[in-house]
């Protein structure tokens, strides 16, 4: 009880510290926005030739008439009442449009995540025990190019291999094919939701759609994590208390996993930490060349045609899940090593 | 700096890229990449913006190195000019910030106190950005223009040099040194200037050529999207975004060679940046 507590106290110390973050990025964007080039009046007034008084009567609802000041309390007013305004777009409130499609976005950066974790831990481990062999020259060079090829490029390339030349991956537009009935919206993760509604046709349908886009992103994260899992498990391996595992003969495979991998384990989480926010903030440009409809896309869409309100709440959504994941991150750490909580 | 100690940076050197040949290949490729940067453009084959209609959609052959893209313009002669530009774009976005990160992080790590409170919050504000949004948004703000393009890549970089000085003259302040500095009667700014920042820079500079890296990358993303650069320009970025629509017909050249020259580029930067850091590192030098 008390470790959880200490545990609780800190991870709601943190959070407390990271609201005034929070603040500046709201103000922040705001600025931002209100900078942009084009009128949202006019773009969103019936048409090209819409009279000078129409644009009026749109500005004056958008609010955009009245003094910055006083635009940006009303928007602060807004965003406590959890009220992110208005996309013109698509005539949406924003955190309707935001929670429709964040399920999609968070359903294909964890899936990626797990991916790369797959990937990557044993492939660091591997690296760690055979250290300067071929294997491990052969990880670092992985890794190497691994984050040399942007998301964009090795999309494609794998859109070329799997779908045009091999044929095993379906067309590689949205998250599931026009003609498939969705299952009924629980989770709005697509493979749970159908999983859940016994439809195992469709969840094999969502799988496969999902693959590519996230095999994608999992290779250009695979990487840092490869990295760190390589770098702390050499540190683990080396430490008194594996020596000693070792010589009370243990098995190998028990000393590697459950002494050295569980104590190398915290920075990993770390980087995962790290490596899923900006996964997800990254996430524009797979989202693009899957026509994924998530999130990331949205607010592109929005950014293209000047109207702010989804780019704000898209940009407060993406900091606020910064700071969740760090304190989740926090919350992992009490639980990996309990030493953690003691400081 | 004294002859003795030039020669011993030079051997050292010398002694880290032969135990490295790694580093010495990528240090080519980058000398290579800004070579072809320079003077690419003036030996290429054929007019990089110049359409030939029936020759389009051409897969690689002797005529066309590379293949032709959807107009017939020939994509090696695209790929060469795109260099400079690619590249420039980086360079110069990544230097401004070095110079002002580096500035205001080691004025900050000096003075302490109410300043680099301050800019410290302002930092952490950038970095609770998700930087490629935060790139996008300022490029769709300042205007669709090459300049705001290097603006906003500089400005994503920022935070982590303004960090990285920070730290770096932080844990120096009070060394012996510089404590001498001052009791030579030198001035503040003049113990900023001549004394802290020429010890931070090498590691500043090694963080330079791994940020290179990244930097074209984010260029390029931005074009990708059709942020920054307009169509007929050759750039690796948009050479991909127009070669997207041919993919799933098996064009796969359009993507393949500026994808393949991106690569390259950052690879070199990146290999660069690691075999600088082991020069530099004082614990290699035992």
């Given at each position: 009880?008390?470790?959880?507590?200490?545990?609780?106290?800190?991870?709601?110390?943190r959070f407390?510290?990271?609201?005034?973050?929070?603040?500046?990025?709201?103000?922040?964007t705001?600025?931002?926005?209100r900078?942009l080039?084009?009128?949202?009046a006019?773009?969103?007034?019936?048409?090209?030739n819409?009279g000078?008084?129409?644009?009026e009567v749109?500005?004056?609802?958008?609010?955009?008439?009245?003094?910055?000041p006083?635009?940006?309390?009303?928007?602060?007013?807004?965003?406590?009442?959890?009220?992110?305004?208005?996309?013109?777009?698509?005539?949406?409130?924003?955190?309707?449009?935001?929670?429709?499609?964040?399920?999609?976005?968070?359903e294909?950066?964890?899936?990626?995540?797990?991916?790369?974790?797959?990937?990557?831990v044993?492939?660091?481990v591997?690296a760690?025990?055979?250290?300067g062999?071929?294997?491990?020259?052969?990880?670092?060079?992985?890794?190497?190019?691994?984050?040399?090829?942007?998301?964009f490029?090795?999309?494609?390339?794998?859109?070329?291999v799997?779908?045009?030349?091999?044929?095993?991956?379906?067309?590689?537009?949205?998250?599931?094919?026009?003609?498939?009935?969705?299952?009924?919206?629980?989770?709005?993760f697509?493979?749970?939701?159908?999983?859940?509604?016994?439809?195992?046709?469709?969840?094999?349908?969502?799988?496969?759609?999902?693959?590519?886009?996230?095999?994608?992103?999992?290779l250009?994260?695979?990487?840092?994590?490869?990295r760190?899992?390589?770098?702390?498990?050499?540190?683990?391996?080396?430490?008194?208390?594996?020596?000693?595992?070792?010589?009370?003969?243990l098995?190998?495979?028990?000393?590697?996993?459950?002494?050295?991998l569980r104590?190398?384990?915290?920075?990993?989480?770390?980087?995962?930490?790290?490596?899923?926010?900006?996964?997800?903030?990254?996430?524009?440009?797979?989202e693009?060349?899957?026509?994924?409809p998530?999130?990331?896309?949205?607010?592109?869409?929005?950014?293209?045609?000047?109207?702010?309100?989804?780019v704000?709440?898209?940009?407060?959504?993406?900091?606020?899940?910064?700071?969740?994941?760090?304190?989740?991150?926090?919350?992992?750490?009490?639980?990996?090593?309990?030493?953690?909580?003691?400081? | 700096?004294?002859?003795?100690?030039?020669s011993?940076?030079?051997?050292?050197t010398?002694?880290v890229?032969?135990?490295?040949p790694?580093?010495?290949v990528a240090?080519?490729?980058?000398?290579?990449?800004?070579?072809?940067?320079?003077?690419?453009?003036?030996?290429?084959?054929?007019?990089?913006?110049?359409?030939?209609?029936?020759?389009?959609?051409?897969p690689?052959?002797?005529?066309?190195?590379?293949?032709t893209?959807?107009?017939?313009?020939?994509?090696?002669?695209?790929?060469?000019?795109?260099?400079?530009?690619?590249?420039?774009?980086?360079?110069?976005?990544v230097?401004?910030?070095?110079?002002?990160?580096?500035?205001?992080g080691?004025l900050c790590?000096?003075?302490?106190g109410?300043l680099?409170?301050?800019?410290g919050?302002?930092?952490d504000?950038?970095?609770?950005?998700?930087?490629?949004?935060?790139?996008?948004a300022?490029?769709?703000?300042?205007?669709?223009?090459?300049?705001?393009?290097?603006?906003?890549?500089?400005?994503?970089?920022l935070?982590?040099?303004?960090?990285?000085a920070?730290a770096?003259?932080?844990?120096?302040?009070n060394l012996?040194?510089?404590?001498?500095?001052?009791?030579?009667?030198?001035?503040?700014?003049?113990v900023?200037?001549?004394?802290?920042?020429?010890?931070?820079?090498?590691?500043?500079?090694?963080?330079?050529?791994?940020?290179?890296?990244?930097?074209?990358?984010?260029?390029?993303?931005l074009?990708?999207?059709?942020l920054?650069?307009?169509p007929?320009?050759?750039?690796?970025?948009?050479?991909v975004?127009?070669?997207?629509?041919?993919?799933?017909?098996?064009?796969?050249?359009?993507?393949a060679?500026?994808?393949f020259?991106?690569?390259?580029?950052?690879?070199?930067?990146?290999?660069?940046?690691?075999?600088?850091?082991?020069?530099?590192?004082?614990?290699m030098?035992t």
């Amino acid at each position: 009880m008390g470790t959880i507590g200490v545990t609780l106290i800190r991870a709601a110390r943190r959070f407390a510290s990271s609201l005034p973050v929070l603040f500046g990025v709201l103000v922040f964007t705001f600025i931002l926005m209100r900078v942009l080039p084009g009128d949202p009046a006019v773009f969103f007034a019936s048409g090209p030739n819409a009279g000078k008084e129409e644009i009026e009567v749109i500005r004056k609802q958008l609010g955009l008439n009245r003094p910055m000041p006083e635009q940006l309390a009303i928007y602060l007013y807004d965003v406590g009442h959890a009220n992110l305004g208005r996309s013109m777009m698509t005539g949406q409130p924003v955190a309707r449009d935001l929670r429709e499609r964040l399920p999609a976005s968070l359903e294909l950066t964890l899936t990626a995540l797990l991916v790369a974790l797959i990937a990557a831990v044993p492939l660091g481990v591997l690296a760690a025990l055979r250290s300067g062999s071929i294997i491990d020259h052969g990880v670092r060079l992985f890794c190497s190019l691994g984050v040399c090829v942007p998301t964009f490029v090795s999309g494609l390339l794998l859109i070329y291999v799997f779908y045009y030349l091999l044929g095993l991956a379906p067309d590689p537009t949205g998250r599931v094919d026009v003609f498939t009935t969705l299952p009924p919206a629980h989770t709005g993760f697509l493979t749970i939701d159908f999983l859940l509604a016994g439809d195992i046709d469709g969840w094999w349908a969502a799988v496969h759609q999902l693959m590519l886009p996230a095999l994608t992103m999992a290779l250009f994260v695979i990487a840092p994590l490869a990295r760190i899992t390589r770098a702390s498990m050499l540190v683990s391996l080396g430490s008194d208390f594996v020596r000693t595992a070792r010589s009370v003969g243990l098995s190998g495979w028990r000393v590697v996993v459950t002494y050295a991998l569980r104590n190398a384990i915290l920075p990993v989480i770390t980087i995962s930490g790290i490596v899923f926010s900006t996964m997800l903030g990254s996430n524009v440009l797979v989202e693009k060349v899957f026509s994924w409809p998530g999130v990331a896309s949205y607010a592109l869409d929005a950014l293209l045609v000047s109207d702010y309100a989804p780019v704000q709440g898209f940009v407060l959504l993406m900091a606020s899940i910064f700071v969740v994941v760090n304190l989740l991150v926090d919350i992992l750490y009490g639980i990996a090593d309990p030493r953690a909580t003691v400081a | 700096m004294s002859s003795i100690e030039a020669s011993s940076t030079l051997r050292h050197t010398a002694w880290v890229l032969r135990g490295n040949p790694v580093t010495a290949v990528a240090a080519l490729g980058a000398a290579l990449l800004m070579l072809v940067g320079i003077i690419g453009p003036s030996f290429v084959p054929y007019d990089p913006i110049a359409s030939d209609v029936p020759q389009a959609l051409q897969p690689p052959s002797a005529m066309h190195w590379a293949g032709t893209d959807q107009l017939g313009r020939d994509v090696f002669s695209r790929l060469i000019v795109a260099t400079r530009l690619d590249l420039a774009i980086a360079v110069t976005a990544v230097s401004v910030s070095f110079v002002i990160g580096a500035v205001i992080g080691s004025l900050c790590g000096y003075a302490g106190g109410r300043l680099d409170r301050a800019v410290g919050r302002f930092v952490d504000v950038l970095m609770a950005f998700p930087l490629f949004v935060l790139a996008m948004a300022m490029v769709a703000a300042l205007g669709n223009r090459v300049e705001n393009i290097v603006i906003a890549t500089a400005v994503i970089n920022l935070p982590f040099y303004i960090r990285f000085a920070r730290a770096e003259v932080n844990i120096r302040r009070n060394l012996g040194w510089v404590e001498a500095a001052r009791a030579c009667g030198e001035n503040h700014l003049s113990v900023v200037l001549r004394f802290l920042l020429p010890n931070v820079l090498p590691a500043m500079a090694v963080q330079m050529s791994l940020n290179l890296g990244w930097a074209i990358l984010n260029a390029a993303g931005l074009s990708f999207i059709g942020l920054g650069i307009k169509p007929p320009t050759p750039e690796w970025g948009i050479m991909v975004a127009e070669g997207a629509r041919f993919i799933s017909t098996g064009r796969w050249w359009l993507v393949a060679f500026p994808g393949f020259a991106l690569m390259l580029a950052v690879l070199c930067f990146n290999l660069l940046g690691d075999g600088l850091r082991d020069i530099l590192d004082p614990r290699m030098r035992t």
